[in-house]
């Protein structure tokens, strides 16, 4: 009988240590600034009681985050939060681990304060189920302001300027347009132009509902034209490049142009280089009036113990508090995901980007980025990412490249 | 005394050994002689192996037939981000069939796979030969053929993804020579980059087989050389017809160990192209990981990587049997 009042004993004292609220969260912020970030989360949760427990998965673009999460899942265990973007979300929703976290979302006002583009990636089935982050924006072209003055050229705002500055910074002997050859950036570089060339509805109706008729219409054909034409103003040895020595080549002035996310801004910065003089952002050619956004986003994981739970909707209301939303992007190059956080101390590039956030969540061009899976599900936006990769990397024309891109949006 | 050995798996000898002080023991009797405390020797003897042999047995039964045999059900079902359990028949391997990226694979496989067992075999049969003439310093040159097998491929692909850059490496190094004509733009361009995985796994693996080679000229029985020499045979003609033809069993573990080098390799690509530029160097083993793991495609995934074993298989099965029928009739 000892024994027994021993054992229930230690049971209890278990289930009193698991009460104290925590959270678990797992994510690859590691590099330097986005490790400070989420210390910075660490700080805000211990502030209001809840201890915080590290799962940090260093890896480029999250995938072995993404091992490491399905790992434990499928042993039963899932940490309390994970960073999990885009129609991924809507994959783990399918897997019905997902917990419920509208009664954040209503506490915090989340619908009022982000926009709709959003919140619709964060529900599954109409319920909150994520938190978003921050908003990189993905359509921008750095340029260097000192190579465009040696080759006489200006910034371009359409793609016939574009080139006239190309060609300009080509006969000054200079590599017009810096870039990487890894799938990802073939990616990045192919949504900016068919953003530029379609606009945003058609972006829209190719990219994120992948209809058919409009990925074989002329304007993905001019698109993928577009596309060749810029092959020509890239230096042959971009091939395998890292996207930070691109940048490199533009803060050094080697190459004039680089069409990259926001996140190039830290790669300026960190060289010393002061937005509007050393380096300017502008949007990439005819895309001004339109955002592709790349959010980050923490996805809540179904736990059973109730303090836990409330731990848990504690962590997604910090991670919109505009206190956390102005440190957090301050120190990650990225911009806050709500309005109503001072914006006096973001640059111009990143003041511009709220703007233009917010302007275009009203007109409807605030579209998903296509290369950093936002709009469709991993397994489609790798099929179409290895069309554009096959398209940079070849001789194919732009009509066979649209058909293949067609039946890369089908078959998987 | 005489000590029964631990790890041997014979069982205790009928008459054993006459032990030391003891007459030996009763011949007209089948019964080993009774010691005390032998009993237990024998159960020992006649267990411990098994005991010692059964926890890496039943982990391979498990983590390798066993993960087969998964992987072989997983091709089979629907599984996409997370295994399930819903049978698919064989619409994954029609879905891999259809997937122009896979034949892309298979065919680098296919261009990677023959040249780098035939140089390998070229150039480490020739190393070896040259190195079996009693040269001075034998040694000193072998440690140096063999050292690249020591590291890792990720290692060897970094350095000759530098090596090989037309920025960075051997063509600006002419370049700045004076070599202005020199171009060898192999791993930026499209149509050559896997042959630079070729390059990258040769100058790894030829100082290994180089090794086994070496190994097996030395266990060339000198005196039929000397008889052929006797006969007026020509060194070459030696080689040709007696010493390599009796290597037979070292091309055999060569064979075996070099292909399945390269249906597996997977840090090698990944370290040296990435499998760039494109998709133009993509491997099996890249495209099994990127389905599997990064894109939520595990029953795709699966079914790739049953293709690469059945690769294996078809390479292994007949030079397993080759091998064995050699041996039984005595070669």
Redesign the interface.
């Known amino acids: 009988m000892k024994l027994k009042a021993l054992v229930s004993l230690l049971a209890l004292a278990g289930a009193a240590a698991q009460a104290a609220p925590q959270v678990e969260v797992l994510h690859y912020w590691t590099s330097g600034g986005e490790a400070r970030s989420a210390a910075e989360l660490k700080k805000i949760m211990e502030s209001k009681g809840v201890a915080w427990k590290d799962f940090a998965v260093a890896g480029g673009?999250g995938?072995n985050a993404?091992?490491a999460l399905?790992a434990r899942?499928?042993a039963g265990s899932p940490p309390t939060a994970a960073q999990i973007k885009g129609p991924?979300i809507q994959?783990?929703g399918q897997?019905g681990v997902l917990a419920n976290i509208d009664q954040a979302a209503v506490e915090g006002k989340w619908d009022a304060s982000v926009p709709a583009v959003v919140t619709n990636v964060m529900k599954y089935k109409g319920h909150y189920v994520a938190v978003p982050v921050n908003v990189h924006r993905v359509n921008w072209l750095w340029v260097n302001p000192a190579v465009l003055a040696k080759a006489g050229a200006k910034a371009p705002t359409s793609f016939a300027e574009f080139f006239d500055a190309a060609d300009k910074i080509k006969k000054a002997g200079l590599v017009a347009l810096a870039h990487g050859?890894?799938?990802w950036q073939?990616a990045t570089l192919f949504e900016s132009v068919v953003l530029g060339t379609g606009g945003a509805e058609f972006y829209k109706k190719a990219l994120v509902q992948l209809d058919q008729a409009s990925l074989t219409s002329p304007t993905m054909i001019k698109s993928f034209e577009t596309l060749a034409r810029m092959k020509t103003y890239i230096?042959?040895?971009?091939?395998?490049r890292d996207w930070n020595l691109a940048t490199a080549m533009v803060i050094n002035g080697k190459a004039g142009m680089q069409f990259m996310g926001d996140w190039a801004k830290g790669e300026f910065t960190a060289a010393g280089k002061v937005p509007g003089k050393d380096f300017l952002c502008v949007a990439a050619p005819g895309t001004d009036k339109a955002f592709t956004f790349n959010i980050d986003s923490l996805a809540m994981f179904k736990v059973k113990d109730p303090e836990q739970q409330k731990a848990q909707l504690t962590l997604a209301n910090a991670v919109l508090s505009p206190a956390f939303q102005e440190t957090f992007n301050l120190n990650k190059g990225s911009i806050p995901v709500r309005t109503g956080v001072p914006r006096d101390k973001f640059d111009s590039c990143a003041q511009k980007s709220m703007d233009d956030m917010a302007a275009t969540s009203k007109t409807g061009a605030l579209v998903p980025s296509l290369a950093h899976g936002m709009a469709v599900?991993?397994?489609k936006a790798?099929a179409i990412q290895?069309v554009i990769?096959?398209f940079?990397?070849?001789n194919m024309t732009p009509q066979a490249a649209a058909q293949?891109l067609a039946k890369a949006a089908k078959?998987? | 005394m005489s000590v029964t050995p631990l790890f041997s798996a014979r069982r205790p000898r009928a008459p054993a050994a006459p032990v030391a002080g003891k007459p030996a023991a009763n011949d007209s009797s089948a019964k080993p002689p009774v010691r005390p405390g032998s009993r237990l020797g024998a159960l020992a003897d006649a267990w411990l192996p098994r005991l010692v042999l059964s926890p890496t047995i039943i982990a391979s039964l498990v983590f390798v037939y066993g993960f087969i045999a998964l992987t072989a059900y997983l091709s089979l079902t629907e599984s996409?981000?997370?295994?399930n359990f819903e049978f698919a028949g064989f619409g994954q391997y029609e879905?891999l069939f259809?997937?122009?990226?896979w034949w892309v694979a298979a065919a680098n496989l296919g261009i990677f796979g023959g040249l780098f067992i035939l140089f390998c075999l070229a150039i480490g049969l020739s190393m070896a030969i040259l190195l079996d003439q009693r040269i001075r310093h034998e040694g000193a040159l072998r440690a140096i053929y063999l050292y690249p097998m020591a590291l890792s491929f990720i290692v060897t692909g970094a350095a000759w993804?530098w090596i090989l850059?037309?920025?960075?490496g051997l063509e600006k190094m002419m370049h700045d020579w004076g070599f202005t004509n020199f171009t060898f733009?192999w791993?930026?361009d499209?149509d050559m980059?896997i042959y630079t995985v070729v390059i990258a796994g040769v100058w790894q693996s030829s100082g290994f087989v180089m090794a086994l080679f070496l190994a097996g000229l030395r266990g060339v029985d000198d005196s039929i050389i000397k008889a052929a020499m006797v006969d007026g045979a020509s060194l070459p003609t030696i080689y040709r017809r007696i010493v390599i033809p009796s290597l037979r069993p070292v091309f055999f573990s060569v064979l075996l160990v070099l292909s399945h080098i390269a249906i597996k390799s997977f840090d090698l690509v990944m370290a040296l192209?990435?499998g760039?530029?494109?998709?133009?160097s993509d491997v099996p083993a890249i495209f099994m990981y990127?389905?599997s793991?990064?894109?939520?495609?595990l029953g795709l995934g699966a079914a790739s990587a049953m293709m690469m074993l059945a690769t294996v298989l078809a390479v292994l099965v007949p030079l397993m049997y080759l091998e064995t029928k050699g041996a039984r009739h005595g070669r």
Do not use: C, H, I, Y
Request: proline share 7%; charged share 25%; no cysteine.
């Open positions: 673009a995938e993404a091992t399905k899942v499928m991924s994959e783990w897997e050859g890894q799938p073939d230096d042959k040895d971009a091939a395998g599900n991993t397994a790798g290895d990769a096959r940079m990397n070849s293949a078959t998987m | 996409r981000m997370m295994p879905r259809d997937l122009e990226r993804k850059n037309p920025g960075l733009d791993l930026v499209p980059a192209t990435a760039g530029p494109g998709t133009s990127q389905f793991f990064t894109r939520g495609q």
